[in-house]
């Protein structure tokens, strides 16, 4: 089993707040091994061998304080490890975008936006990831590692 107590992946967001073009904290993960890589197939959220060591990203985009009222039970479920709080917001977000990154693949992702890494039963995750945080056009882009 691979080292997480959320083998279906633990949802959550690095940083609670609206998107904003102007700004963003960014996750950067270079994966040195992945679980996993050889194995084929379809099928559910989880449940499938494809998707062990997958990173899962949902499209829910908070960009005004409409956006954040609208969506305040989801957002306030992202901060809680309760495991009946992650069953519902795996149905209330919905599909995600599967990403099942290769060794040497660098991912980089919104961390405002609800993820999670699904566990595995076999194999190894070895990644180094730090956070990119954006401030414009005019600033350095900060590397907090």
Not at 33 to 48: D, H, R, Y
Not at 63 to 75: E, F, I, K, P
Not at 91 to 97: D, Q, T
Not at 128 to 144: A, S, T
């Amino acid at each position: 089993r691979g080292p997480t107590r959320w083998k279906r992946g633990f949802i959550h967001v690095d940083e609670l707040g609206p998107l904003d073009i102007t700004r963003g904290l960014f996750s950067a993960n270079i994966y040195l091994t992945v679980p996993g890589s050889e194995n084929e197939g379809e099928g559910e959220l989880a449940t499938t061998a494809r998707d062990s060591g997958a990173l899962y990203v949902w499209p829910l985009g908070v960009r005004s304080r409409v956006d954040w009222y609208r969506n305040a039970m989801t957002l306030s479920s992202l901060s809680s490890a309760d495991p009946e709080m992650q069953l519902n917001l795996k149905h209330v977000l919905g599909k995600p975008n599967i990403i099942r990154p290769k060794a040497g693949d660098l991912v980089l992702l919104c961390a405002q936006r609800p993820h999670c890494a699904v566990g595995f039963d076999h194999g190894v995750r070895v990644s180094l990831q730090c956070f990119l945080q954006y401030n414009g056009q005019d600033k350095r882009l900060l590397i907090d590692c």
